[in-house]
């Protein structure tokens, strides 16, 4: 699928219904005939007429990455395990859907796009990550971007049999940050400035990148417990410059569904400063990226958000490091 406009981050790209649902996970039986997955296979192919002409049309036109063995089940049964998309449905949530366009998306470690169910609508939501330009093609992630490549590649070549060649898992030039990172937080593996490409380095360096990305958020946590003690040893800058700097490396490992956070921290932050500018700069970024929260609850924060853009003084965090600085210039001094 490839983007025919510019496409901005967080906007919808479309919407869709699934033409099957299945559970996730199946008890395989084990003296079936066909093997394994003899049992669903069958269940399948009873279950297929049910669908319209076209729908079951679209649905065999869909991508079979599994060994077929020649009955119709094992087809329909293969397109299902190559296409199903997380559908989390009921108590349970444990289920996978088929989508006629979504489904077709191709794989990337680090993609522009990503897709959500939502159990109101019944529908699934593509949505991007990242600005899309025309003639780029729309990807989305068909494993954990935030694991290692090894393990990327583990998973993508026993799942859906083929290797990955995307920028992250085969990088053909020296990564760069679009700028200098200055917290130490974000420094060790992200100064590269060789010029030949080290494959194995790169790999590496994205590697250590991605687990900083997945562990920063316990970091930020005790950051800001810090920056607002009255004792605290940051200055204003540090705490915002960690969390400009991740968005940095974030953008630079494609996994933008995690910048929510720093950009919330960032907008607090700019509170906690009585900054009010920063604080509806942040702000509004965060009510234009609503839609990557789910359903109502993302509904819910775009309102909070609207309010205290509205009047910032009404955040919770308004002008707190403000007061923790006087009251530590309070403290007396032995
Ligand atoms: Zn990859």
């Known amino acids: 699928m490839v983007a025919n406009r510019d496409i901005k981050p967080g906007e919808t790209i479309l919407i869709e219904r699934p033409i099957t649902i299945h559970p996730a996970a199946i008890m395989a039986s084990v003296d079936h005939p066909r093997g394994p997955w003899g049992a669903f296979e069958d269940i399948y192919e009873d279950g297929f007429p049910v669908l319209g002409e076209t729908e079951r049309s679209v649905y065999m036109d869909l991508w079979n990455c ?3 063995s020649g009955t119709l089940g094992n087809k329909i049964c293969g397109i299902a395990r190559t296409n199903g998309l997380h559908t989390p449905l009921g108590r349970s949530k444990d289920f996978s859907g088929v989508y006629p366009t979504i ?4 794989h990337s470690c680090g993609p522009n796009a990503s897709a959500r169910f939502d159990e109101e609508t019944m529908a699934m939501r593509l949505f991007s990550r990242r600005p899309i330009a025309p003639g780029e093609q729309i990807t989305t992630s068909y494993v954990g971007t935030a694991n290692p490549c090894a393990i990327r590649q583990a998973e993508l070549k026993m799942k859906y049999l083929f ?10 030039k020296p990564s760069r940050s679009s700028r200098l990172l200055r917290h130490p937080y974000w420094n060790a593996a992200n100064q590269l400035t060789r010029q030949n490409l080290d494959v194995a380095a790169e790999i590496y360096a994205s590697d250590y990148r991605g687990s900083q990305i997945s562990l920063c958020l316990s970091h930020a946590r005790d950051l800001w417990a ?3 003690s009255p004792s605290s040893k940051q200055s204003d800058g540090d705490l915002l410059q960690f969390h400009e700097d991740a968005l940095v490396i974030i953008a630079q490992e494609g996994m933008e569904l995690m910048r929510i956070s720093h950009i919330a921290y960032l907008a607090h932050a700019s509170a ?3 900054d009010e500018d920063g604080f509806r700069r942040w702000g ?4 234009s990226l609503s839609e990557w929260t789910k359903g ?9 958000w609207q309010d205290w853009v509205q009047d910032p003084m009404a955040s919770p965090a308004w002008g ?15």
């Open 103 to 106: 489904s077709r998306c191709n």
């Open 320 to 334: 707190l490091r403000i007061k923790a600085k006087g009251n530590a210039q309070n403290i007396p001094r032995a």
């Open 163 to 172: 290797n990955c060649e995307c920028n992250f898992c085969k990088p053909s």
């Open 226 to 228: 810090e920056w607002l």
């Open 296 to 304: 109502r609850e993302g509904i819910d924060q775009k309102r909070t």
């Open 284 to 287: 509004n970024i965060l009510i």
């Open 66 to 68: 599994k060994p077929l």
């Open 272 to 274: 906690a400063l009585e």
